[in-house]
C-alpha cells in the first residue's frame, strides 16, 4: 500500500483525485492544500536538483582549469629558470609580457642575443592568426627563450613567475592592439589594457625585489592633438578610438603605480611599427597579402581628400628604443607594497620623425612586390583613424640616444622579403 504522502507526491493518474476524493468544502480545501504543497515540494525537488547540477559544474570546471593548466611543475619551473639565466655581467632577468605578438618575439630575441635573461608569457589569443603566434615562439624557443602560455589576468600564474624568478625587469607588450577593432571588440580592450595592466601591477608592487617596468603605450594618444611633430608635452586628453583611450588610461594608471608603491616606470609611445614578423591586421601587412592574392585594397583619405600619413617606425629601430629604455630605468624603489623612495616616471615618443602617406606606402609595396594594386579609395569613416602621425624623438635622444635608422623604403623591402619566404612565394608566385 503506498503511504499518504506517496500517494500525493506521485498521484498514479492525474483524475484519481476527483474520482476517489470526496465532495464538499473540507473535501476541496484539503485537495486544494494538497496540491499546492505537492507542487511546492516539486520546486524544491527541482531547485535542489538544479543547485547540485550546478556546483557539480563548476567544481569540473575548476577541476579541468586546475589538471589542464598549461603552467606549474618541476618541469616547467626548470624551464622558467632556464630561459631566466643571465649570461652577461650586469645583465637583467626580464619577463616580457605578449612575448610571442611582433615586438615582443624582436624585443626578446635582442634581450637574449645580448645576454640578458629572458621569460615570455603570452595567451595566443586569436586577434590575428595563432599560428604565426606559434611560429614566433618557435623561434624564441631556438633561441633558448621560454614563452609561458598564460593571461597577464592570471594574477597567480603571475605571482608563480615571481616566485620561480626574481626578475629585475619587466617588459610589458601584451595589450589588445589596433584602433579599428575597438568598435567591434570594445571590452577586450579593457580586459587587455586596463584589467591586465592592473593585475601586472599589483604583483609588481609586492613583488620583492620589485622591478622596473618599461611598457608600450601609443602614440594614438595624441588623438586629435594637432601640434606637430608630437611631443611627450602636448595635449593627450582628446583621445580617437577606444584604443587610445585604454593606453592613456594605462599611462594614468601606471603614474599612480609609481607615485603610490615606487614602481619605476617607462611608457614608450609607438609610433605604427612594422617589419618582418609583424602584423598581418596592419594596413602594410594586409596591402601585401591582397596585392599578391590579386585582391582590393581599401585606402581611407581624410577631409577634402587629403591622404592620411603615418611615422611608420621600422622594427629593429623600435627594439634599440626598447633595449635603450630597459638599460636607463632607473631602480625601482620601493618593498613588500611599500613605498620607499620615489622612483623614474618617464614617457618616451618612440617613432621615425619622417611621416609617410599611406598612398606613397602603397607604391613602394607595388615596387617591392613587383605587381599593382587594386585600389579603392575611400573617405575615412568615423573608426577611431587620426589624419596624421608625427614624432618629435628628441626626449629618447637625449635619454639614451634612440636615432632611427631605417626608412619607409628600406623598412618594406626587409618585411617583402620575410613575407615571401615565409608564405612560400618564390618569385611573387605562391610555392606549392
Ligand atoms: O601608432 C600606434 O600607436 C598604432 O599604430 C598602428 O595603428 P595605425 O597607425 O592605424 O596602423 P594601421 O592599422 O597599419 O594603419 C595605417 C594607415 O593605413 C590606413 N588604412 C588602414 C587599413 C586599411 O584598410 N586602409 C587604410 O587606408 C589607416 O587609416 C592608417 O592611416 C597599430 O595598428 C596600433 O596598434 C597602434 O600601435
Redesign the pocket.
Known amino acids: 500500500m503506498p503511504s499518504a504522502l506517496e500517494d500525493e507526491l506521485f498521484p498514479s493518474t492525474p483524475g484519481k483525485f476527483k474520482i476517489e476524493r470526496g465532495h464538499g468544502m473540507n473535501r476541496q480545501f484539503h485537495r486544494c492544500f494538497a496540491s499546492t504543497s505537492t507542487m511546492f515540494l516539486w520546486a524544491l525537488f527541482l531547485i535542489a536538483l538544479t543547485a547540485s547540477y550546478l556546483s557539480f559544474q563548476s567544481f569540473v570546471d575548476s577541476g579541468s582549469r586546475y589538471f589542464s593548466a598549461s603552467w606549474g611543475g618541476i618541469q616547467w619551473e626548470k624551464q622558467v629558470r632556464n630561459s631566466a639565466q643571465i649570461h652577461r655581467s650586469g645583465g637583467m632577468a626580464v619577463l616580457v609580457t605578449g612575448a610571442a605578438g611582433f615586438v615582443g618575439t624582436h624585443v626578446s630575441l635582442a634581450l637574449k642575443k645580448r645576454g640578458d635573461g629572458v621569460v615570455g608569457i603570452d595567451n595566443f589569443n586569436s586577434y590575428y592568426d595563432p599560428s604565426l603566434k606559434k611560429a614566433r615562439r618557435s623561434l624564441l624557443k631556438s633561441h633558448g627563450v621560454f614563452i609561458v602560455e598564460g593571461d597577464i589576468n592570471d594574477n597567480r600564474l603571475l605571482d608563480k613567475l615571481f616566485d620561480t624568478v626574481a626578475f629585475t625587469h619587466v617588459m610589458h607588450l601584451a595589450a589588445q592592439?589596433?584602433?579599428r577593432y575597438a568598435m567591434e571588440n570594445p571590452h577586450s580592450y579593457v580586459h587587455s589594457n586596463i584589467a591586465g595592466l592592473v593585475t601586472l601591477l599589483e604583483v609588481c608592487k609586492t613583488a620583492n625585489p620589485q622591478p622596473s617596468i618599461v611598457w608600450a603605450s601609443?602614440?594614438?594618444v595624441y588623438g586629435l592633438n594637432d601640434n606637430v611633430p608630437f611631443s611627450e608635452s602636448d595635449r593627450t586628453d582628446q583621445p580617437a578610438s577606444l584604443?587610445a583611450a585604454t593606453k592613456k588610461a594605462g599611462e594614468e594608471i601606471t603614474h599612480t603605480y609609481n607615485h603610490i608603491y615606487g614602481l619605476s616606470v617607462t611608457g614608450l609611445r609607438?609610433?605604427?611599427?612594422y617589419g618582418p614578423w609583424g602584423r598581418p591586421d596592419?594596413?602594410?601587412f594586409?596591402f601585401t597579402r591582397n596585392i599578391l592574392q590579386g585582391k582590393p585594397?581599401?585606402?581611407?583619405r581624410g577631409k577634402n581628400r587629403v591622404d592620411?600619413a603615418?611615422d611608420f617606425t621600422y622594427i629593429d629601430d623600435i627594439v634599440k628604443g626598447c633595449l635603450g629604455s630597459l638599460d636607463t630605468s632607473g631602480k625601482s624603489t620601493g618593498s613588500g607594497g611599500k613605498k620607499r623612495g620615489p622612483a623614474p616616471y618617464r614617457i618616451f615618443n618612440l617613432g621615425n620623425t619622417s611621416p609617410v602617406t599611406?598612398p606613397t606606402l602603397v607604391s613602394i609595396l607595388e615596387r617591392h612586390l613587383k605587381m599593382k594594386a587594386k585600389k579603392n579609395f575611400v573617405d575615412?569613416p568615423g573608426n577611431g583613424?587620426v589624419p596624421f602621425?608625427h614624432a618629435n624623438i628628441s626626449l629618447a635622444r637625449r635619454e639614451f640616444g634612440y636615432k632611427p635608422t631605417t626608412d619607409l623604403q628600406t623598412g618594406l623591402k626587409k618585411f617583402v622579403r620575410w613575407y615571401l619566404s615565409y608564405y612560400g612565394y618564390n618569385h611573387g608566385k605562391p610555392v606549392n
Open positions: 592592439a589596433g584602433v601609443s602614440s594614438s584604443y609607438f609610433f605604427t611599427v596592419m594596413a602594410y594586409s585594397i581599401t585606402i581611407y592620411l603615418r599611406v575615412m583613424d602621425t
